[in-house]
């Protein structure tokens, strides 16, 4: 399939270097055992990585009519082919087991897809580990901490169900064609125990208030969620001379927990 032509309006970039290839499927440290799920597999450069592996089934999603068609050619009854949007059917795949998902995601729709896993209740009991390709500035914000420049809402939202890892920057010539910037492996897996709260729209709108005036203190935006601040500082031990960025993801689980009784 190397003639054919990647469609800017999918974001279609496609992984070509095999070493790298070859790293990222050791990374799902594969048995014959697993479920694997693999999101835009374009032509298909990983797809015939994973078969090698001999998993007990994969299952691969492809937006793109075109590359569908020609990965159905190409694979056969080897792979589960399913012509559709990720964001469509994320958590249509309840398996026997737990699935390990690999992605060289769209750069355009890559936080939503990761976001709307994160919405999933009891992700662990539905996936095992998440194996994906960012835009690095994406992935330096998923991986960021506390009192760091890229730490923001992404890193909070996937430390509350997720333990993250890096695993190494990709250079751009290792795509066709070739993107302006570099990428990001990432792995991540669900957390076995999670801090609870009712809803992830909650740590998203506190996340979000808290983070809209990043640069600044965070007793305006405190003051804007809460009428009785100096008693629930005290609480959960906040300084509202902070900034947002201070703050950290046991903090923001604490104070949207808060929230969630007072509302």
């Known amino acids: 399939m190397s003639d054919f032509l990647a ?30 799920l693999e999101i835009g597999p374009g032509t298909g450069n990983l797809t015939n990585l994973l078969i090698q592996k001999k998993p007990k089934k994969l299952i691969i999603v492809e937006k793109d009519k075109q590359l569908s068609a020609k990965l159905k050619d190409k694979f056969g009854s080897k792979v589960k082919l ?35 896993y994160l919405k999933l209740e009891n992700l662990n009991k539905f996936y095992e580990k998440f194996i994906f390709i960012f835009q690095k500035e994406v992935a330096d914000r998923i991986i960021a901490e506390e009192n760091t420049k890229y730490f923001g809402r992404l890193a909070i939202f996937t ?6 890892e890096k695993i190494f920057d990709i250079a751009p ?3 066709n064609p070739i993107p302006k910037i570099w990428s990001s492996l990432i792995a991540l897996k669900p957390k076995d125990e999670i801090f609870k709260i009712n809803r992830a729209d909650n740590l998203e709108y506190i996340t979000n ?29 906040l300084n509202l001379k902070d900034r947002p960025q201070n703050i950290s993801v046991q903090k923001y689980l604490e104070i949207t927990k808060i929230y969630e009784e007072l509302t």
């Open 7 to 36: 469609k800017k309006s999918l974001g279609q970039n496609f992984l070509k270097n095999i070493n790298i290839l070859e790293k990222i499927v050791d990374e799902g440290e594969i048995n014959s055992n697993d479920i694997l």
């Open 82 to 116: 399913i012509n559709d949007d990720i964001l469509n059917c994320y958590n249509n795949f309840i398996c026997d087991k737990p699935i390990k998902v690999f992605g060289n995601l769209p750069y355009n729709i890559s936080t939503k897809i990761l976001i709307n």
């Open 159 to 164: 430390s509350w169900k997720l333990h993250k």
């Open 173 to 175: 010539e290792n795509f």
């Open 209 to 237: 208030t808290f983070f809209s005036q990043r640069r600044k203190m965070i007793n305006k935006p405190f003051k804007k969620i809460f009428q009785n601040q100096s008693s629930i500082c005290e609480k959960i031990g």
